[in-house]
């Protein structure tokens, strides 16, 4: 399976730490926030990642190359601007091929082992899902049976963490930028979405606060 890490966000709520410095490339517990990603991904044995990117996205490619210094090979899809998610994965589909992957957020920090984050068929996504955050409160989706939906009354937080099929993605307009929500929900009315929920360490940074605290407790460790 490849893997793509989502890393074209302008990260408007991290400025100014953001304003000369791609949100992935901000340091956490001594390393960059992406490059936590990309050991996590070796270590479960992937081989082939892709990273999409905007903003200040040459530096991104700068500091990371080939992926040789992971024994991974990594390929780029850059956007002029920024697609959404579902519009970023639609454009990196020629890189990504015809079978399912995993898509990591590049502004999450997790302790989960890709390697057991599978697709089964027929279904066109599979979400990993995690107990509402203070900032989330009324959560995303539903889990029951194993399933997502969008009825439930009590929701869970999608953790930015998922793998998919590619036609989840075909009515998406390559170059065109297009969000991931409208898509999982139509999937999710035909049942195709799958989920689980993960209760281990977890972190959406997504303010210099959360950023520092999460360096201090990585720090401690």
Not at 58 to 63: K, V, W
Request: charged share 20%; hydrophobic share 45%.
């Amino acid at each position: 399976m490849k893997a793509m890490i989502l890393a074209a966000g302008r990260g408007e709520r991290m400025r100014p730490l953001t304003d000369h410095t791609p949100k992935p490339l901000l340091t956490v517990g001594g390393k960059p926030l992406i490059v936590w990603h990309l050991e996590r991904l070796a270590k479960a044995g992937f081989k082939e990642v892709v990273i999409n990117h905007a903003h200040l996205g040459a530096q991104i490619e700068e500091a990371l190359g080939d992926g040789s210094a992971w024994n991974l090979k990594i390929q780029y899809s850059p956007e002029t601007t920024a697609l959404e998610t579902a519009g970023g994965i639609a454009n990196a589909l020629p890189f990504l091929g015809g079978a399912p992957f995993l898509v990591v957020n590049g502004d999450v920090f997790a302790e989960i082992d890709f390697k057991g984050l599978q697709l089964k068929s027929p279904h066109l996504a599979h979400l990993v899902m995690v107990d509402n955050p203070p900032q989330h409160s009324d959560g995303d989706f539903a889990l029951s049976s194993g399933k997502l939906n969008d009825q439930g009354n009590h929701k869970l937080t999608f953790s930015g963490l998922g793998v998919y099929h590619p036609d989840l993605f075909a009515t998406v307009e390559r170059g065109q930028a297009a969000k991931l929500a409208p898509l999982l929900r139509l999937a999710m009315a035909k049942g195709l979405v799958t989920g689980e929920h993960y209760q281990g360490v977890w972190h959406d940074i997504g303010t210099p606060e959360r950023l520092a605290l999460l360096d201090q407790q990585l720090c401690r460790a």
